[in-house]
């Protein structure tokens, strides 16, 4: 596979999923790369940091959640935002749904993509640069996805109105949270609006407790 950084291929398992994953061999050093740009390059200026670059405790989480959750139904749409390495996307299409990954990131959307291919390579996917500040209404789905999103407070509020705009009438949101405290008022806001915490999930090395939340 030819891919934006060197990677190394990994053997993981999720419930009773086996995933074959590409993951960046030097997460660090895309880093480096990323604030070695000039400080007019857009993405400097819009602080586009490449978190997607690792694999954090809340997408494993997320996946594991995933691999048994009722809801999941064949030919179901599922939209997962700020997908990174897209791993619980690919478990929902193991799974038999029909899935959208999106990230504002082009090189994360590269990785996603060939994990896909690694576990799925006889099934489509649609990947799409999506950036929360303006969700595009026509790929709303029936379940949307994301783990670890609310990294940032500017990003809070976007997200929020996001989520109603990219999920189908009577359709469910799963987020996965690492319970930051950067974060606290995002999960209170997600209980104000209709959300439940249905499971803590610990994940990651070192372990990480992980909330699974869901409306």
């Not at 407070?153 to 189908?168: H, K, N």
């Not at 806001?189 to 999930?201: D, K, M, P």
Request: charged share 15%; hydrophobic share 45%; net charge negative.
């Amino acid at each position: 596979m030819e891919l934006p950084y060197a990677y190394n291929l990994h053997q993981r398992q999720f419930g009773t999923l086996p995933l074959q994953l590409a993951i960046p061999s030097d997460p660090d050093g895309i880093t480096e790369s990323f604030f070695a740009r000039p400080g007019d390059d857009p993405a400097i200026v819009d602080e586009r940091m490449p978190y997607w670059a690792h694999l954090w405790p809340s997408a494993e989480a997320l996946a594991t959640f995933l691999t048994t959750a009722p809801l999941i139904q064949p030919g179901m749409s599922v939209l997962e935002i700020g997908c990174g390495l897209g791993i619980p996307g690919i478990i929902t299409g193991l799974r038999g749904a029909r899935v959208t990954l999106t990230d504002y990131d082009p090189e994360a959307l590269a990785f996603a993509a060939a994990n896909w291919q690694l576990n799925l390579p006889d099934v489509s996917v649609n990947c799409q640069v999506l950036d929360w500040r303006e969700p595009n209404p026509a790929l709303a789905a029936d379940l949307v996805i994301a783990a670890d999103v609310a990294y940032e407070r500017r990003s809070f509020q976007p997200l929020m109105a996001a989520l109603d705009q990219l999920t189908r009438p009577g359709g469910k949101v799963i987020i996965s949270e690492p319970n930051r405290s950067v974060a606290t008022d995002f999960r209170m806001r997600l209980q104000e609006v209709g959300f439940q915490h249905a499971a803590t999930i610990t994940s990651g090395t070192p372990p990480t407790g992980c909330l699974i939340f869901m409306r």
